[in-house]
Nanobody, 114 residues
Framework: VQLQASGGGLVQPGGSLRLSCKGS??????MGWYRQAAGKQRELVAT???????NYADSVKGRFSISRDHAKNTIYLQMNSLKTEDTAVYYC???????????WGQGTLVTVSS
């Protein structure tokens, strides 16, 4: 069972990026994105349940959007109006249906800088 995150990169403030996280080897219920900036603890960014219900950190509400494609076993994070404080390694996470075990992707670096 694996989660593979991709889509990070360097973007200027005010720009956009779209992260993807593809699951393999299993089907997931709740999935989400977390981030960890240098010297800080990992924090929740957004989550999405199997029925599509979403939850966002206050710091990203109105700017980020999480979605999922069940057929592709993939979740996405559309990030708009990016700020320098959004710079972090972004991790996807998912709870497998059968075992209820939680899996983490390897992380993808997002750098917001001019």
């Amino acid at each position: 069972v694996q989660l593979q995150a991709s889509g990070g990169g360097l973007v200027q403030p005010g720009g956009s990026l779209r992260l993807s996280c593809k699951g393999s080897g299993g089907t997931f219920t709740d999935m989400g994105w977390y981030r960890q900036a240098a010297g800080k603890q990992r924090e929740l960014v957004a989550t999405i349940s199997s029925d599509g219900s979403t939850n966002y950190a206050d710091s990203v509400k109105g700017r980020f959007s999480i979605s999922r494609d069940h057929a592709k076993n993939t979740i996405y994070l559309q990030m708009n109006s990016l700020k320098t404080e959004d710079t972090a390694v972004y991790y996807c996470e998912g709870e497998r249906i059968v075992t209820r075990l939680v899996y983490w992707g390897q992380g993808t670096l997002v750098t917001v800088s001019s």
